[in-house]
């Protein structure tokens, strides 16, 4: 089976390492050049457009900031609809709208390809460690044929329903990770202000019913250690808050908690907080507030 990677940044390029390192066959194509050359060095057969990896391959997983691009990689003149032949299987990894997922896959099953979304969770480490969790939309015959793939990839994969419900489930796991992350930041504020330290809260709250992933896996290893660099960016969770928002709109469902996270972040982001790890959110409080946590 013939892979074709497109989309070479923090998740991409290590996903595509670790299927060379199986010996899968891949051609691989970023709109930055120098991303290409690196896979090269891995072994891949670096691409000059999307449509030159759709004439190798077999199955095609793509990896990309967001939903517009994914949209412009797949229809766009030189995209990858125009030059797949029948059968190729298409595997969005990208963290987008299930609307814009649904688009792509009415237009692929058109042209005879099959569409999948496949969302991941566990961040640039676990993508390294060929760890992710990965929720799959798909029907189950192309499920089970991508399934070896995919477990190159990730550790936990999950085949969630049709296509589409990938999307849908990772849209609802990082609204509760935004919101919980925007709850955490304000909520240590207040517990330093009556005079608590983040140790005692962390010891305490860690084994109490306030605890939550976001206070696992961001408490001590950003916030306390005030050092931001790496992790899930802000930018990134932003734009999560906002596909769940799009959801809401879509579904008539009211998110009020996630319009009040939103918010947050936008502040963080309006303070320059955008590439830092989500965490530093707590920067924004603690400049409003005069009160340190670390
Ligand atoms: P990056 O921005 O690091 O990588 C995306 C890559 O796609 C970049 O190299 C970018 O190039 C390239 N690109 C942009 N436009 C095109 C195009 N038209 N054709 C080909 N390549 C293009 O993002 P991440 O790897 O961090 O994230 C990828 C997806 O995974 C996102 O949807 C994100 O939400 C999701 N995700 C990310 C996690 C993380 O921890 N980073 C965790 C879980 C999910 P350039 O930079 O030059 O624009």
């Given amino acids: 089976m013939k892979i074709g990677f497109i989309g070479l940044g923090a998740m991409g390029k290590p996903m595509a390492v670790n299927l060379l390192k199986e010996g899968y066959q891949v051609s691989a194509f970023d709109v930055n050049r120098t991303s290409v050359d690196e896979i090269v060095a891995f072994g891949a057969v670096g691409c000059s457009n999307g449509g030159a990896v759709a004439a190798s391959s077999d199955v095609i997983i793509t990896s990309l900031p967001n939903a517009g691009i994914v949209e412009t990689v797949m229809v766009g003149s030189e995209g990858l609809f125009s030059q797949c032949k029948e059968g190729t299987v298409i595997i969005d990894m990208s963290s987008v709208s299930p609307s814009s997922t649904l688009k792509m896959a009415g237009i692929a099953e058109t042209m005879g390809i099959k569409y999948v979304d496949a969302p991941v969770s566990g961040g640039t480490k676990g993508a390294d460690a060929g760890t992710l969790a990965i929720m799959v939309g798909a029907d189950e015959?192309?499920?089970?044929?991508?399934?070896?793939?995919?477990?190159?990839?990730?550790?936990d994969i999950y085949h969630v329903g049709p296509t589409g419900t990938g999307d849908a489930i990772k849209i609802v796991n990082n609204l509760m990770l935004g919101c919980n992350m925007a709850t955490l930041a304000e909520a240590l504020i207040l517990g330093v202000k009556c005079g608590l330290k983040v140790e005692t809260m962390q010891k305490i709250i860690s084994k109490s019913s306030g605890r939550s992933y976001a206070m696992e896996a961001k408490l001590e290893k950003f916030i306390m250690k005030d050092d931001f660099e790496g992790g899930f960016?802000?930018?990134l969770q932003y734009k999560d808050l906002g596909l769940a928002l799009e959801a809401g709109k879509e579904n008539n469902i009211p998110l009020p908690m996630t319009a009040l996270a939103t918010q947050v972040f936008e502040s963080g982001r309006a303070s320059g907080l955008g590439r830092e790890d989500m965490s530093a959110i707590i920067k924004v409080w603690e400049k409003i507030t005069n009160v340190r946590v670390a």
């Fill in 233 to 235: 960016a802000m930018d």
């Fill in 141 to 155: 015959a192309v499920f089970e044929k991508i399934k070896p793939v995919l477990e190159v990839i990730g550790g």
